[in-house]
């Protein structure tokens, strides 16, 4: 991670010498109107950045270069609590965030990774492109954040774990489990009587490395594209819950568009969020051989003891409560009766 963000700087002060030294000309006919950052977490090989770097291209070529769009992946520019507070204040203009993590500037958005709600991606698109995704938006905007239409795709999440296989949630009981930082992880992962740390994505992988932690939780594409496989060695299928991430940009930024350019932005981000869906979900359904040629041991627990574990926890009550019944309303609306 160091490295990365020493070679971009290093890139970065030879583009300064080059552009304030011998060839100042060269450097403003490549300059274009709007160059913009776009920052995410994920590693390069991630369908997110393999459609990013697609999409920049096309709006580059649509703008006639006058919209220059550089990826940041794999957190080179900081953690998601960093990127975060980066979009907000201008330092990047997009950012991919997970609602969940999302939660913490604004508390509706963590709500599609309520435990066990979504049970397949039809009904995840039909909620999240329908009205549980537009109140979603609707509270993003409020906290002074453009989003875009489609959300992108994370994924269904499953347990890795250096020491044993989750069967049942009472195989949850005093497991040491990184969560990324958001109040909804934390209080589900308490419900089963784990004992969650946050820690940011960009940390994973040394914490799973010095058993800082026994596991961790997150979609196969991601187990396999940021390699935790090398650091773990059980897979439990727990499909605990649905996680996407909302391609935000900073406001400022995003009004210094003209319409018809701000228009050929959103239209490519949006459709590359479609395609990067296609890619995710076909990775997801199609790595678990892979991943066990890589070494790592599959399990399929049964879905019914983990639900009621987080019902009789008094989960469900409690973030009905937090959302509100507008909220909780849309969400049963997709997913049917949750509390
Ligand atoms: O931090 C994570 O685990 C990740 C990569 O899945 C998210 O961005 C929520």
Avoid at 92 to 102: A, D, N, R, W, Y
Avoid at 241 to 251: E, H, S, Y
Avoid at 266 to 286: C, E, F, H, S, T
């Amino acid at each position: 991670m160091s490295v990365s963000r020493r070679t971009l700087l290093k890139a970065s002060a030879a583009a300064t010498v080059i552009g304030g030294g011998g060839m100042p000309w060269v450097a403003r006919a490549q300059q274009a109107e709007f160059s913009y950052k776009y920052a995410n977490n994920l590693p390069d090989t991630h369908p997110m950045n393999v459609r990013a770097r697609e999409m920049s291209a096309a709006i580059k070529t649509e703008t006639n270069g006058r919209v220059d769009i550089a990826i940041f992946p794999s957190n080179q520019l900081g953690s998601d609590t960093d990127m975060l507070s980066q979009i907000r204040s201008g330092g990047v203009e997009f950012f991919t965030l997970s609602g969940l993590i999302l939660a913490t500037l604004v508390p509706a958005a963590s709500i599609n990774g309520i435990g066990f709600a979504f049970p397949d991606y039809d009904t995840v698109w039909k909620a999240m492109d329908g009205e549980l995704g537009a109140y979603v938006r609707g509270e993003i905007g409020k906290a002074n954040l453009v989003v875009m239409d489609k959300i992108w795709d994370n994924g269904f999440r499953q347990t890795t774990s250096s020491t044993k296989p989750i069967n049942g949630p009472e195989d949850f009981k005093g497991f040491k489990i990184r969560v990324p930082v958001s109040p909804l992880w934390t209080s589900m992962f308490k419900a089963f009587d784990a004992s969650p740390a946050s820690i940011n994505f960009s940390e994973v992988y040394s914490a799973l490395q010095t058993k800082v932690v026994e596991g961790q939780e997150n979609p196969l594409a991601i187990i396999s594209t940021a390699k935790l496989y090398e650091v773990q060695k059980y897979c439990s299928l727990t499909n605990h819950m649905w996680d996407g991430f909302w391609f935000l940009a900073n406001k400022r930024a995003w009004e210094k568009l003209p319409d018809d350019l701000r228009a050929i932005v959103a239209k490519n981000i949006n459709a590359a969020g479609l395609k990067q869906r296609g890619d995710v979900a076909k990775l997801n359904a199609g790595l678990q051989t892979d991943l066990a040629g890589k070494g790592l041991i599959f399990n399929q627990p049964v879905v019914a003891p983990f639900r009621e574990k987080l019902r009789a926890a008094g989960f469900y009550a409690e973030w009905k409560g937090k959302y509100g019944d507008e909220a909780w309303a849309l969400l049963e609306k997709s997913v049917g009766k949750l509390a």
